[in-house]
């Protein structure tokens, strides 16, 4: 089984409508990541937590929000998604500091129409 | 601001020739540096990482060296093969790893 998974892995929605995206890891790991991939641009920065009760902004936050609901679940909300939300989104996990390698789930592809 | 620079794709080339993708990073202090793999419909998965100046980072073929001097880590391979095509990403994490910056990626087209 995978150790990140994202559900669902492709989703189509109309604008205005409430989404979430979540994300599940298996890999025991406290820090978890929430980035948008979109062509030409690379992976950006949407949410980041370090743990439970720690939640930070990435560099692209605005209309998303984020919920961690255990170590283990890390959930991404569009509170009213808009067709420049359209992207394939990634979950992340990371073990920690010291340590350097992110573990990618397979995607979300959200298309807004 | 920290930021991650990588040469625009697609690239094509035939099995066996030789491959390099530039990447230049800005970044205050001294980053780790990483070049990452995404396979067609798959997450990111780590390829090779150096973590400080003049380290070399390898795996499956592929190298790239942390060169300091001229804010570099290009991805270099001596002969590819049609399983190398995937998109590449340049990226880079601040001492404590905290956050990861990732270039914009580049598609590299393998034919037989």
């Known amino acids: 089984d995978a150790d990140v998974t994202q559900t669902p892995r492709n989703r189509i929605t109309k604008t205005g409508k409430r989404i979430m995206l979540e994300c599940s890891q298996t890999?025991?790991?406290?820090?978890m990541y929430w980035y948008r991939q979109d062509p030409g641009l690379g992976l950006r920065l949407i949410y980041y937590?370090?743990?439970?009760?720690?939640?930070n902004k990435g560099e692209i936050s605005d209309g998303y929000s984020v919920s961690r609901q255990a170590q283990a679940k890390f959930s991404l909300s569009l509170e009213s998604a808009i067709p420049n939300q359209t992207a394939l989104y990634f979950c992340?996990?990371?073990?920690?500091?010291?340590?350097?390698?992110?573990?990618f789930g397979p995607g979300t592809r959200l298309t807004v129409t | 601001g920290d930021s991650v620079t990588q040469m625009e794709g697609p690239v094509t080339l035939s099995e066996e020739a030789c491959l390099t993708i530039n990447c230049t990073y800005t970044a205050t202090g001294y980053p780790s540096l990483f070049w990452y793999v995404q396979y067609p419909g798959e997450g990111l998965q780590l390829l090779l990482k150096?973590?400080?100046?003049?380290d070399k980072g390898s795996n499956k073929g592929f190298e790239a060296t942390y060169r300091k001097e001229t804010t570099s880590f290009h991805l270099e391979k001596g002969s590819v093969q049609v399983s190398d095509s995937a998109v590449y990403f340049c990226a880079l994490s601040p001492y404590n790893f905290n956050k990861f910056y990732f270039g914009s990626g580049t598609k590299l087209n393998v034919k037989p």
């Open positions: 150096a973590t400080k100046a003049d």
């Open positions: 937590s370090f743990d439970v009760k720690d939640i």
């Open positions: 890999k025991g790991h406290d820090r």
């Open positions: 992340a996990t990371s073990a920690g500091p010291n340590s350097y390698e992110q573990y």
